[in-house]
């Protein structure tokens, strides 16, 4: 009997995704994904259209991805990070406020690269950027990437990310995000499961060094993403290594984006165990929603 498939890291138009929260939904079905985590950027807003779009037997894990600011482990420096919640109570007040808190870091954010690269000369604007936004969405570079393929400037959101919009480019404005350790604190507070996401993606930028998450999981740090597209081969073995030595759960997920990314949904797995040892980690009374 085949294992079914298992992705905990999706975004939707709720946040910087392409695929309506319904329309993940009919995307991962088609894919043949039995169980899908929803996990936009600082917002659960996608996750009653998603619910109300499940079929018959496909699970849904309510998520979301809260950007967070780390310690490197090196020296003094930090660097941006993120954190995968699970399952938490979305009203908790807590998880309320600071989400949207951070999504009005990302919309000043989004504003402020906008005006940066209006006055460079780029054909953008931020009503033309911000009018593709669903309603409620958190803003992200994403909705300016697209803007400027759109407008011919470059022929990708890779290509914009590559030469205009990285982390520290001329046009890069920085947001204050949430310290990982107090967000981890306030997800399992609201009766969440946190995990660290993606934390070895180097082609990003710098990163953590891996006594950061063994630190992050005696304070209470609930699993690690090991197999991401943006994981080397000996960084997951690494990943592999230190989950077991800590006792985190390993995860692995597609970082599904449509087609903001090339990468497909499910192109990265998480196993039923792993899945299992998650919800057993939530508070009780929380469960994976069933269509």
Not at 62 to 71: D, H, K, L, M, N
Request: glycine content about 10%; overall charge negative.
């Amino acid at each position: 009997m085949a294992h079914p498939r298992i992705d905990l890291h999706t975004h939707s138009t709720a946040s910087d995704g392409t695929d309506p929260p319904a329309g993940l939904v009919r995307t991962a079905a088609a894919a043949g994904v039995d169980v899908l985590a929803i996990t936009d950027h600082d917002t659960t807003g996608g996750w009653d259209e998603a619910v109300a779009a499940l079929p018959a037997g496909m699970r849904l894990v309510r998520g979301a991805e809260f950007s967070c600011v780390s310690p490197t482990g090196r020296d003094d420096a930090e660097v941006s990070v993120h954190l995968l919640g699970y399952l938490f109570d979305p009203t908790h007040e807590a998880i309320v406020a600071e989400q949207a808190r951070l999504r009005e870091e990302r919309h000043h954010r989004l504003v402020g690269m906008i005006d940066k690269m209006a006055g460079a000369g780029y054909p953008v604007d931020v009503e033309t950027v911000f009018a593709h936004l669903p309603d409620g969405a958190a803003a992200g570079r994403p909705h300016l990437a697209r803007a400027l393929v759109a407008a011919g400037v470059v022929g990708s959101v890779d290509e914009a990310f590559a030469t205009l919009l990285y982390t520290g480019s001329p046009f890069y404005v920085a947001k204050t995000d949430t310290p990982v350790r107090v967000a981890v604190e306030m997800v399992r507070a609201a009766g969440g499961v946190a995990v660290f996401a993606h934390p070895l993606a180097r082609k990003r930028g710098r990163v953590v060094e891996p006594s950061v998450i063994a630190e992050l999981a005696a304070a209470g740090l609930g699993g690690v993403e090991v197999d991401h597209p943006d994981h080397a081969p000996e960084d997951r073995e690494l990943l592999r290594a230190l989950a077991a030595d800590t006792g985190l759960v390993a995860t692995g997920s597609s970082d599904y984006h449509g087609t903001n990314k090339t990468t497909p949904i499910a192109a990265e797995t998480t196993s039923p165990d792993a899945l299992d040892a998650l919800v057993a980690r939530a508070a009780d009374g929380i469960e994976v929603l069933v269509g």
